[in-house]
C-alpha cells in the first residue's frame, strides 16, 4: 500500500485521486492495447504551411460574425491544454462526433512538455495523432497547414482519410500542475498569464507569443475560421488549486472569454477533469471500448505514459475513461434558453429525471450521468413531439440537433414546425447522438415543435440529447 500511495503521489495524483485508488469508489483497469505502430512512425503526404498575413482587430472581429458558412460550419472545436485531456474528458461526445463524420478540429493550447525536449512533446503530437485515426478507422497519414491566425504560424494537421477531422497543436509551455510555470521556460504558464502574473508567454518551439489578449483573440479566430456550432474545453468553475491542472482550469478561463467574441450561433461545454472520479462509472460498452482504444493508440508515443495495471498512472487513467462529466454551458444567440421558454412533449421520463427541460437545458451540469442528459418519452416512438413556446415572436434561422446517444432509439425522420404552419424535414439524426445542424432562412415564430414521423425499428422510447434554436446561424452563400 505504501508503494501504491508513493507512486501515485510520484505521478501528480490528487488526494481525491488517491481515495478513488484506494478503493473509495469503483474503477476499472485497462492495459494498453498492443501495438504493432513503431512510437515515431507517422506518413505526412504534404507540407504547405501558408504564410502568415496582417489583419486588423477590426477585420477579426468582422469575420467573428460572419453569416456564410463555410465547409466546416457546424462542426465540434474541441480546446484543450494537453494532448490527452480530450481523450480523457471530452469523449465520447468527441468519439462519437468523429463516428458520424461531422467536422471536428482539436486545438491543443499547449505543448504539454513537461519541461522535456522536443522529442517528447512532437510524440505527444504523433499519439494525438494516432487516437484520431483510429477513432476515424482510417491510415494514421495527415497533411501540414497553417490554421489561419494572421500573423501568427500555428501548425494544423489534416487526417488524410477522414479530412473532416484536424488537429491543431499551439505548443505553449506546460506549466505544471500547480500553474507556477516550469523553470526551463522561465516559470511562464496559462495561469501566470492570466492572473496578470506575466505579460507574455511564449511557444515552446520560438514560433510565437502571446499577451492574455492576444491568446484570447487567436483562440477567437480559430473558431471563427472552423465555425463550429459546438466548443468544447474544459473546466471554468473549479478554482485554481483545488483539485484539477491548472493548464486545465486556465484554459478554459480563456475560451469561456474567446466564445463571447465568435457570434456565430454555438454553445460552448465546460467538462469535468481530475475531480471526476469521484463520480459514478457512467461510459461503458462500446463507448468504452472505443474510448480506450483511442486513448491506447495515444499513449504509444507518450514515453511517460504507463497503462499496466501496477502504473499509478494506470489506474488513474482508468478512472477517467470510465467517466465524462459537463459542469457548465454557455451559448450564443440560442433561443431556446431564452427568458419565458416554455417547454412541452408528448411524453417524459420523470421517474430518471429525463424530462422535456433536459432537452433545453444547454446539457445537464448537474451532476447526470451521459444517458440521463436527454429527454426521453415514455415508450413514445412516431408521433411523439417536442415543442417550445415563445414569449414573444422569435426569429430563427438554424436548429441543431443531438439525438440520444443511444443506438437502439434512433429519430430517423422529423419535421420542425414553426407557428405560422411552415415547416423544415430534419432527415435521420445520427445514432450515437451526434448532433445534426439545420439552416433555413429566417423566419418569425411563437413556437417552434419537433415532431417525429420515423424512427428505428429497435426504438422503444425516442428523445433528444439537446434542440438549439438559433437566431445567428451562418447561412450558405447562393449565387447572385
Not at 422 to 437: E, F, I, M, Q, R
Amino acid at each position: 500500500m505504501d508503494r501504491l500511495v508513493r507512486a501515485a503521489l510520484d505521478a501528480q495524483v490528487s488526494r481525491r485521486e488517491l481515495l478513488a485508488m484506494l478503493g473509495v469508489v469503483p474503477f476499472v483497469i485497462f492495459a494498453a492495447e498492443p501495438s504493432s505502430r513503431p512510437a515515431t512512425h507517422r506518413s505526412t503526404v504534404a507540407s504547405n504551411p501558408s504564410a502568415p498575413t496582417s489583419s486588423t482587430p477590426a477585420a477579426t472581429a468582422a469575420r467573428a460574425l460572419t453569416t456564410v458558412a463555410g465547409p466546416t460550419a457546424g462542426g465540434a472545436m474541441q480546446i484543450v491544454a494537453h494532448q490527452d485531456d480530450d481523450l480523457l474528458f471530452q469523449s465520447p461526445d468527441l468519439l462519437h462526433d468523429v463516428a458520424a463524420g461531422r467536422p471536428v478540429r482539436t486545438v491543443f493550447v499547449t505543448a504539454g512538455d513537461a519541461a522535456r525536449d522536443r522529442t517528447y512533446w512532437t510524440g505527444r503530437e504523433r499519439g494525438s495523432m494516432a487516437a484520431y485515426a483510429r477513432m476515424a478507422g482510417v491510415a494514421d497519414r495527415w497533411t501540414t497547414s497553417d490554421a489561419g491566425v494572421p500573423g501568427t504560424p500555428i501548425r494544423m494537421h489534416t487526417l488524410v482519410g477522414a479530412p473532416h477531422v484536424s488537429l491543431v497543436f499551439m505548443r505553449l509551455p506546460d506549466g505544471n500542475r500547480s500553474g507556477t510555470g516550469m523553470m526551463v521556460h522561465h516559470h511562464e504558464s496559462l495561469m501566470r498569464l492570466w492572473r496578470g502574473d506575466i505579460l507574455t508567454i511564449h511557444a515552446v518551439d520560438g514560433t510565437a507569443s502571446y499577451s492574455a489578449a492576444s491568446l484570447r483573440h487567436a483562440l477567437t479566430t480559430l473558431m471563427s475560421a472552423f465555425q463550429p456550432t459546438t466548443v468544447r474545453t474544459q473546466d471554468w468553475t473549479i478554482a485554481f488549486g483545488t483539485g484539477d491542472n491548472a493548464d486545465h482550469t486556465a484554459t478554459a478561463l480563456f475560451v469561456q472569454q474567446a466564445h463571447r467574441d465568435y457570434g456565430a450561433a454555438h454553445t460552448v461545454i465546460a467538462y469535468e477533469g481530475y475531480p471526476v472520479w469521484t463520480r459514478p462509472p457512467d461510459v461503458d460498452g462500446a463507448d468504452l471500448t472505443g474510448k480506450s482504444r483511442a486513448f491506447d493508440a495515444y499513449a504509444v508515443d507518450d514515453s511517460l505514459m504507463c497503462l499496466k495495471p501496477w502504473c499509478a498512472g494506470g489506474l488513474v487513467t482508468s478512472l477517467r475513461l470510465a467517466r465524462q462529466y459537463i459542469t457548465a454551458s454557455e451559448s450564443v444567440g440560442n433561443v431556446a434558453r431564452g427568458a419565458g421558454v416554455r417547454v412541452t412533449a408528448s411524453s417524459q421520463t420523470s421517474l430518471t429525471g429525463q424530462t422535456a427541460a433536459r432537452a433545453i437545458g444547454g446539457f445537464a451540469h448537474d451532476g447526470a450521468r451521459v444517458f440521463e442528459q436527454a429527454w426521453t418519452t415514455d415508450d413514445g416512438r412516431e408521433g411523439s413531439w417536442i415543442q417550445l413556446d415563445f414569449p414573444a415572436p422569435t426569429t430563427i434561422n438554424g436548429v441543431v440537433l443531438y439525438g440520444r446517444p443511444n443506438p437502439d432509439d434512433q429519430i430517423t425522420g422529423a419535421t420542425l414546425v414553426f407557428s405560422d404552419g411552415s415547416t423544415v424535414p430534419t432527415g435521420a439524426l445520427a445514432a450515437n447522438g451526434s448532433a445534426k445542424t439545420l439552416r433555413f432562412a429566417p423566419r418569425t415564430s411563437t413556437s417552434l415543435k419537433l415532431l417525429v414521423t420515423a424512427v428505428s425499428a429497435t426504438t422503444r422510447n425516442v428523445g433528444l440529447t439537446q434542440l438549439e434554436a438559433y437566431d445567428n446561424m451562418p447561412q450558405v452563400a447562393t449565387s447572385p
